[in-house]
């Protein structure tokens, strides 16, 4: 039975579902977005402690992803010229199709030490040099989205999604480690990002040609877009924190029972909320392994579908001017067919 706290607390559900699709705003700004909802859900389940503070205030630091983004961020702005100029040589000497495929591959593997963010901006970079016309850059960009989202899982590191996923799970019964997501997760995140690699590699084959520039939307970074965007991580993961404790009582009451197969496709959402979101809200000490393996893997494939499904999206539509429409005719149909084999290998392949 609804009690005015489940009601109040769907409705603030809703607005997180809502409020980045119907509101500019709010998509340009979705840390303090999701810090205010995460402070009123944290109130309205009377949740708050000193824990509760002290870990938000912490956990984006000890973790590890706010420091990486910063140091990797400033590797990257000042090493960027020569960053270019190697990867300009490399894809010059290299068959396109087998340089696509490495790009893909390790960016996909590497993002969860380097982090998705940077991984994105990598790519940003190549597709700068690469010799394909709009609709195979475009294609190549999205799919190579799909892997790093995937790969950057791996570690608490990589992205915000698994950040959240190994604090909420620290304690009993699960204990997660730094480890804990690369040995749940790895036997299918691995295989997923060299076959999303692999299909990027199909995908440049079209499309070639000569004159190679650079759109017009590149914009330099400065030293403050560095740090800003460092502030912009720590406050997001802060806010999915305080978010994910303050929805605990909706995910005990009325998710604990749903069976793994039912979290897969409901998390299908993530297709335009960015998976940490939803990692937040759903990911909690009382799931089983296998209910958190099935939601965690549609949370990581759903995130590539759309733009606002995950960081790397956001960056890579950004830079390279990549509209909703045609992101959605590649990541849609990929990303569904991906859902379906990793569900059939989840249930019905004898594979651990």
Not at 3 to 30: K, Q, Y
Not at 134 to 147: E, P
Not at 301 to 318: E, F, H, R, T, Y
């Amino acid at each position: 039975m609804l009690t005015p706290v489940d009601i109040g607390l769907l409705i603030l559900f809703g607005a997180v579902l809502m409020g980045p699709l119907v509101s500019r705003p709010v998509e340009h700004n979705l840390e303090l977005f999701f810090l205010v909802i995460g402070v009123a859900a944290a109130t309205i389940a009377g949740v708050w402690r000193l824990e509760l503070v002290e870990e938000a205030l912490s956990e984006p630091l000890l973790k590890g992803i706010v420091p990486a983004v910063l140091a990797a961020g400033l590797l990257f702005h000042f090493g960027k010229a020569r960053i270019r100029g190697a990867l300009g040589a490399i894809s010059r000497r290299t068959h396109l199709r087998v340089f696509v495929f490495l790009l893909v591959a390790l960016l996909g593997l590497a993002s969860s030490f380097i982090t998705a963010i940077i991984a994105a901006l990598v790519l940003v970079e190549v597709m700068y040099t690469l010799p394909l016309e709009r609709r195979a850059r475009v294609r190549v960009t999205v799919i190579a989205c799909f892997a790093i989202g995937l790969g950057a899982a791996l570690t608490p590191v990589g992205e915000p999604l698994s950040t959240i996923a190994i604090t909420k799970l620290k304690g009993e019964p699960h204990h997660a480690g730094f480890l804990f997501l690369l040995q749940s997760l790895g036997i299918y995140v691995i295989p997923g990002v060299l076959a999303f690699a692999a299909l990027g590699a199909l995908m440049a084959t079209s499309g070639l040609r000569d004159d190679v520039g650079t759109p017009a939307t590149e914009v330099e970074a400065s030293i403050k877009d560095v740090l800003i965007r460092a502030l912009k991580v720590y406050v997001f993961v802060m806010a999915l924190l305080v978010l994910g404790d303050g929805f605990r009582v909706l995910i005990d009451k009325y998710l604990i029972d749903v069976p793994a197969q039912g979290l897969f496709w409901v998390n299908m959402s993530s297709a335009v909320l960015d998976n940490a979101t939803l990692t937040a809200a759903e990911i909690g000490p009382s799931l089983q392994l296998g209910q958190i393996k099935s939601a965690l893997l549609a949370l990581l494939v759903s995130g590539g579908m759309l733009i606002p499904g995950n960081i790397p999206n956001i960056i890579s539509a950004n830079q390279l001017a990549i509209t909703s429409k045609e992101w959605a005719r590649v990541g849609v149909p990929v990303g569904l067919v991906a859902l379906v084999a990793y569900f059939v290998w989840l249930y019905y392949i004898p594979f651990p």
